[in-house]
C-alpha cells in the first residue's frame, strides 16, 4: 500500500481529468451523438413496453435458448428479424450515476497507479517518458479495449469508444508522468 502515499495525488488528478474529459466527450464533443438513434415509433414503442409490463433488465429478441441451428422456429425467428436487445430501466438517476462514474475512474486510476508503481520498482529509468509509456499503455487498454467484445456482439458503436479510451489513456499517462513521485 505504499504506492497509495507516493501516487495519491496522480490518481486523484487523473480521475478527475479522466471524469471532466467523460462528461465532455458525451456532452460537448459531436462523436458520441450517433450512437443512439431514435424510433419512428417512439409513442407507440414506448405505449407498448409499458403494457408489456417488463421489469428493469436486458433483454433480447429473439431469446435464443440453444442453437438456433437446431430448433427451426427459433431459426426462421433469426432469420425475419429484427434481432437486437432491449435495455429497460427506472429512469436516470444522474447523482447515482455521476457518483458511480467517479468511483470508476478512481478505482481505475489506482490500479494503474499499482501496475506502474510495481513496474517502476528499482528499474534504472524512471524518466517521464517511461512513466508516461507505461501508464498510457495501460489506461489506453482499460479504457478502449474491455467492452470491444460485448461492442462487437451486440453491436454497438466501436470507434467512438475506442477513440475516448485513447484521449483518456493518453491523459492519465500526462498526468503520471508529470507527478511521478
Known sequence: MSFLLLLWMPILVSSVVVFI?????????PHHRG??????????????????????GRYMF?????????????????????????TIFNGIDMRSNLIWTYVFFLVTSTLIAYLAWFAMEGHPDQSSFRV?????TASILIYSCSAIPNDIWFKRPIVTNLFDGVVFGLATGLIFAAMWR
Open 62 to 86: 429473439p431469446f435464443a435458448k440453444g442453437d438456433p441451428n437446431k430448433d427451426p422456429v427459433l431459426k426462421k425467428k433469426m432469420e425475419d428479424g429484427p434481432v437486437g436487445t432491449l
Open 132 to 136: 508516461f509509456r507505461l501508464v498510457g
Open 35 to 56: 450512437d443512439y438513434k431514435a424510433a419512428g415509433c417512439e409513442d407507440e414503442l414506448q405505449k407498448f413496453l409499458r403494457e408489456a409490463k417488463l421489469k428493469p
Open 21 to 29: 474529459l467523460s462528461a465532455i466527450a458525451w456532452t460537448v464533443s
